[in-house]
């Protein structure tokens, strides 16, 4: 087992630098109780790039997660500064994509956990909620409909219906848009190990959600998928449809544990889950890439972005970000029980009634409402 890792920190814009100050705290406190090394580099990104070197990743940023085995991000983009820039070298484009092509990362794991003690915050009713949610959405990133060829819209000429039979015909400019589903073998069956093993280390299932009715993508999906499956023969398979499955995540999200998603309808199902949570400020993500040996490449970041309307002011939850901590060490550093660890902290700090405005409800008895710094205080103490 490995015991030393180098990290990139990139803490970016708005509530950033202070949510990734408290899951830093947190990974200080799993390095002291699991005798590990953690390099932690910090580098500037989004407008604090802009501001250090005139770029959203600066060269000397990207060389800092170029020596890196993973990289902790916050968020970037601040909606209110600069209108003028262009599109392509605004934060979320020249520092998100950037790093996403630049480490092939083609996995995003996205955990939705709503604990009980939450249970207010989720727009389900309690009972449709059981014991809890606890959902992985596992999407593909990097093919499908998003990124297909040919991607393009056209001018052509259609003829106008006529009332009259026999009438002169018209032909009308229009235009025509084209996107392109494509999904090969190596593609399906690279994201479908990464769902299986993710399901190995929880309760064992995947859904694996295709569209295999109408589309030639969702039959070979589900054929790869299938196959893929019998490497992993203590995990059970489902196949869902793609509608159907967006119908049972608000029925009965409890019957979930690994969903497995091509890209688009990951986009659209992970946001989906995602509300079941309540709130931005608990949804960590991780984006896989390379293995090389016992480590694979990822990014982790909260799900949410920046929050301008409360950054700087000690109120946004850091709890996306602790547990993204959490998501790095079990996924790009195969250390489950550290992973845990930070999980049951959070749960121990929301379970003694600590909230962030985020998750706070004055119906709920016994909560109380703290700062990003005391819960974040919280967790790393509870490690
Ligand atoms: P947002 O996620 O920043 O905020 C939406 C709402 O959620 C706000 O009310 C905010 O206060 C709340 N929120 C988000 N995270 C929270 C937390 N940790 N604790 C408490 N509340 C939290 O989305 P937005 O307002 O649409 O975007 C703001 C900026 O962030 C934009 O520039 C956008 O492009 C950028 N953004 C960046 C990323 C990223 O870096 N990956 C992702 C999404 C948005």
């Known amino acids: 087992m490995l015991t030393k890792f180098t990290i990139a920190a990139l803490a970016g814009d708005g509530i950033g630098p202070e949510v990734m100050r408290e899951a830093i705290k947190v990974l200080r406190a799993i390095e002291k109780k699991f005798s590990l090394t953690v390099q932690i580099t910090e580098a500037p990104v989004g407008w604090a790039g802009i501001d250090a070197a005139g770029k959203a990743l600066p060269d000397a940023t990207l060389a800092v997660c170029k020596q890196a085995d993973a990289i902790l991000f916050g968020s970037v983009g601040l909606p209110d500064r600069d209108p003028t820039i262009p599109k392509e070298e605004r934060p979320e484009r020249a520092a998100l994509l950037r790093i996403r092509k630049e480490f092939g990362l083609y996995a995003n794991l996205r955990p939705v956990q709503l604990p009980k003690a939450l249970a207010h915050a989720c727009p389900l009713r309690p009972e449709r909620q059981g014991d809890g949610i606890d959902i992985l959405v596992v999407r593909e990133l990097t093919g499908g409909m998003y990124f297909g060829q040919p991607k393009k819209t056209e001018d052509y000429f259609h003829e106008e219906p006529q009332a009259d039979e026999g009438a002169t015909v018209i032909m009308k400019r229009a235009q025509r848009a084209t996107d392109t589903m494509v999904y090969t073998t190596p593609e399906i069956e690279r994201i479908a190990h990464v769902a299986f093993k993710a399901a ?184």
């Open 200 to 383: 190995s280390l929880r309760r064992k299932k995947v859904t694996s959600i295709d569209k295999a009715n109408v589309l030639e993508n969702g039959v070979l999906w589900r054929d790869v998928v299938t196959r893929v499956a019998r490497a992993y023969p203590n995990v059970t398979l489902e196949h869902m449809f793609v509608d159907n499955a967006a119908m049972q995540l608000v029925l009965k999200p409890t019957q979930f544990d690994v969903l497995l998603c091509e890209n688009m309808f990951g986009d659209i199902l992970s946001d989906e889950a995602a509300a079941l949570a309540g709130s931005l400020g608990m949804l960590p993500s991780a984006s896989l890439g390379k293995v090389s040996g016992e480590l694979t490449f990822g990014f982790y970041e909260p799900a949410g972005g920046t929050a301008p309307d409360i950054a700087g002011k000690n109120l946004a939850n850091p709890i996306a970000q602790i547990l993204s901590v959490a998501l790095m060490l079990r996924y790009s550093f195969g250390l489950n029980d550290a992973a845990s660890s930070i999980e049951a902290a959070v749960a121990k700090a929301i379970g003694s009634g600590l909230r962030t405005g985020d998750i706070f409800s004055p119906h709920d008895t016994g909560a109380k409402k703290v700062g990003t710094r005391e819960m974040g205080d919280a967790i790393a103490a509870a490690i």
